[in-house]
């Protein structure tokens, strides 16, 4: 069975202030992908990065980077610098190939002025 | 490039009534998902279309949830009878690869509220 834990329910920041919302996840398998999706208020899930299992380089993107651990299962992500527009759900995924992504519950970030 | 249209956006019925969700994914896109997503959760899978064909429906409940997608283009969710659980808000996306890659175009969502 496979399972993300996203135990920041709710994160409230100060804007220009960094922000990282952690993510941990569990698999018995060798090869499987993780994801970060942004969901703002108008409801759709945007992708942000795909990492495969084989690749532990961390990536930046911008305010956006990501740190991929597979020695403590974890896919944490780090807005640099947050601005109010960042405010949003965020959802960490795993997916395994051949199946189906599986969502974590999600952290919801507050970016205020 | 369009995205993927969903409607009604909002939807108000009692328990026992029936409801129907539309959706159009991007053009061109062949695998079609719906999603459940409940409030305070992430969103689950409820079925997946590779053209007008079920790839994955294991958390569909069939009793009362059915979904088609007829032209392997634009698809209906529907609901009957619907029970007070089953508020939430229901999510389509799509893919543009045969190989299901993880990265999916969603689209706004219809809001189901069960009273």
């Known amino acids: 069975a496979q399972k993300v834990t996203q135990a920041q329910t709710e994160i409230s920041v100060v804007e220009k202030e960094d922000v990282t919302l952690d993510c941990v996840y569990e698999?018995?398998?060798?090869?499987?992908?993780l994801f970060w999706y942004k969901q703002p208020p108008s409801g759709e899930l945007v992708f942000l990065i795909r990492?495969?299992?084989?690749?532990?380089q961390n990536e930046i993107s911008g305010r956006y980077s990501w740190n991929f651990q597979k020695s403590t299962s974890s896919f944490n992500f780090t807005i640099t610098a947050s601005q109010v527009v960042d405010s949003a759900v965020y959802f960490c995924?795993?997916?395994?190939?051949?199946?189906?992504?599986?969502f974590g519950t999600g952290t919801r970030l507050q970016v205020t002025l | 490039e369009a995205g993927v249209a969903q409607s009604p956006r909002y939807k108000i019925i009692e328990k026992r009534q029936s409801v129907a969700f539309w959706c159009n994914p991007i053009?061109?896109?062949?695998?079609l998902y719906w999603y459940q997503q409940i409030l305070g959760q992430g969103p689950k899978l409820l079925i997946q279309?590779?053209?007008?064909?079920?790839?994955?429906d294991s958390q569909l409940p069939k009793d009362r949830f059915s979904a088609e997608r007829l032209k392997g283009v634009d698809s209906t969710l529907k609901i009957q009878p619907a029970k007070l659980e089953d508020s939430a808000v229901y999510l389509c996306?799509?893919?543009?690869?045969?190989?299901?890659?993880?990265?999916?175009?969603f689209g706004e969502g219809s809001r189901l509220t069960v009273l």
């Open positions: 995924a795993l997916k395994k190939t051949a199946s189906k992504l599986t």
């Open positions: 698999t018995r398998d060798t090869t499987y992908y």
């Open positions: 279309f590779q053209n007008n064909g079920v790839v994955d």
């Open positions: 990492r495969n299992s084989f690749d532990e």
């Open positions: 053009s061109g896109h062949a695998t």
């Open positions: 996306a799509s893919s543009p690869r045969q190989t299901n890659t993880g990265e999916l175009f």
